[in-house]
């Protein structure tokens, strides 16, 4: 999966509590993504990052922060979870902001 | 709109045959497309891509055409086996200067043995 490490792989969470899924890379990549897929939505970008603490925003990033600090983590923070935020984040890396390179995912589970 | 594992157009190919998976795009800026294949419990896997300036590239058992007047872009495989079996996804990027990639709604690939 290129070097690319994400985690928890699960998580079940409650309403209202915050949650930060990581995203690791071994590769010096310079573009980072976060997007989440959901059956009738398919993949959409919330956030993504043009280097060391330089952010933007995607499609759907209402209720959901970003940080990166260093090259190789990209953290994503809910900053209080809600049931519609219940889905699978993937995150995904690139070295020129073409093709993009994703991790296995991290199941997030609101209740 | 249809994703992974609901309501997915689906293709069902006889193991051996080709296999052709299409995919409409809107945004005539436009400038780079990218072919994925996500196999169940897995993400996204890249397969080809192919920029705005090209109307056709292969790779490996894999073709790509594109066709810019009617915004139309498909994805070949040739001699189609049991783990080509996957969810088939195209993307595209809206421009120069953009990094962002708009990803379709994606088709299953089933193959019969």
């Known amino acids: 999966d290129a070097g690319i490490t994400q985690s928890p792989r699960h998580k079940v969470t409650e309403t209202g509590t915050p949650v930060t899924l990581r995203c690791h890379q071994t590769e010096n990549h310079r573009y980072m993504y976060w997007y989440r897929q959901d059956p009738g939505h398919g993949l959409r970008l919330i956030h993504y990052s043009y280097g060391v603490k330089d952010t933007d925003k995607g499609e759907v990033s209402d209720g959901y922060s970003v940080s990166r600090s260093k090259t190789e983590d990209f953290l994503l923070t809910l900053e209080s979870a809600t049931s519609s935020q219940t889905s699978v984040y993937f995150c995904a890396i690139s070295e020129s902001g073409d093709e993009a390179f994703f991790g296995q995912g991290t199941r997030l589970t609101v209740v | 709109g249809e994703s992974v594992g609901l309501h997915l157009p689906t293709l069902s190919v006889q193991e051996g045959d080709n296999s052709i998976i299409n995919c409409a795009y809107s945004?005539?800026?436009?400038?780079?497309f990218i072919w994925y294949k996500q196999e169940s419990g897995k993400g996204p896997q890249f397969i080809i891509d192919?920029?705005?300036?090209?109307d056709k590239r292969q790779g490996q058992r894999v073709t790509v055409l594109l066709n810019k007047t009617v915004k139309h872009l498909s994805l070949q495989i040739a001699a189609t086996q049991p783990g080509d079996s996957a969810v088939y996804f195209c993307a595209g990027r809206s421009g120069a200067g953009s990094y962002q990639l708009t990803f379709g709604k994606g088709t299953k690939l089933s193959v019969i043995p």
């Open positions: 192919i920029r705005s300036n090209m």
């Open positions: 945004n005539s800026a436009s400038d780079y």
